[in-house]
């Protein structure tokens, strides 16, 4: 298989993945267990690791400031546990995928999207992935939706894990690799300097180093040499991202990427995610040659 088929499942899996940051349903849910609207995405996403310290989330997620983070968990560990986090997104999946898959045709597609997500995630080496270890030492829910979700989180993380890798296998630092994400990222860098925590200082030394390296112009748009570096860590993260792809094998990987095009279409059409997050990748990638 082209690995360019792992960047097209990703795309594709992003939306039903992501919109749990951002839907009622979870604010609803960590509301109730006593989170605050800004701890709901460090909180949930490294529940599964257990109370870890910030800077250990810090380095799993990479492209965020270590101080952000210390100030979204701050106060976590004093109000919750990890287990009732994990169980409060459960919640918070399930109700929204209740609501954004209420079609019949829809939930006919449940049964072998997650047989398919299940095969592909069992294909997966834990080493060296510590989001999608972390992830996968939990049960799988019972609650048919929320365990298709649980299947595709799983995948979702695996191949952020490999990204990670390859940023750092290719002398890339997060604040590098947020100047460096035209064209490859899902938002666009104005969204990711807000969101992100990091200083303007920050900006401003990276900027500087990398014009000095060669991948930065004097305006801060990526060079010829910048944008070569760029897609070698997108090829990498591809290919790191294929085991569960070759596991699966290339029949039924094209099938799980046909079942979640609806799926993924019907959330975004719900603003489940914002339009950011694509619901629709190049179908060519997902079609057989025969």
């Known amino acids: 298989m082209d690995h360019a088929i792992a960047r097209h499942l990703w795309k594709r899996m992003e939306a039903p993945h992501a919109f749990v940051y951002f839907v009622p349903e979870a604010t609803e849910a960590f509301t109730a267990i006593g989170l605050e609207r800004v701890a709901h995405y460090f909180a949930q996403r490294s529940a ?122 290719h002398e890339v630092d997060p604040v590098a690799a947020l100047l460096t994400s035209e064209g490859s990222a899902l938002m666009p860098l104005d969204l990711l300097r807000q969101t992100r925590g990091w200083r303007d200082d920050d900006w401003q030394e990276t900027t500087s180093r990398l014009v000095d390296k060669g991948w930065l112009n004097s305006e801060g748009a990526l060079t010829d040499e910048g944008t070569a570096v760029r897609w070698a860590v997108e090829e990498m993260t591809n290919r790191l991202a294929m085991p569960p792809w070759e596991g699966l094998g290339e029949a039924r990987t094209r099938r799980l990427g046909e079942i979640l095009g609806p799926l993924a279409a019907a959330i975004a059409a719900g603003g489940g995610v914002p339009a950011v997050i694509p619901a629709e990748p190049d179908r060519s990638v997902l079609q057989s040659d025969t």
């Open 48 to 169: 599964p690791m257990g109370m870890a310290h910030p800077s250990v989330v810090a380095a799993a997620f990479y492209n965020f400031s270590p101080a952000l983070v210390a100030r979204a968990l701050r106060d976590v560990w004093s109000t919750t546990t990890p287990a009732a986090i994990i169980e409060a997104r459960w919640t918070a999946v399930d109700g929204a995928l209740q609501r954004l898959w209420a079609d019949e045709t829809l939930e006919s597609l449940i049964p072998e999207a997650t047989e398919l997500a299940m095969a592909a995630s069992a294909a997966c080496e834990q080493g060296g992935r510590p989001l999608f270890a972390a992830h996968a030492q939990l049960d799988p829910p019972d609650r048919p939706l929320v365990r298709l979700w649980h299947w595709l989180t799983l995948l979702r993380e695996y191949r952020g894990d490999g990204h990670v890798a390859a940023l750092v296998a």
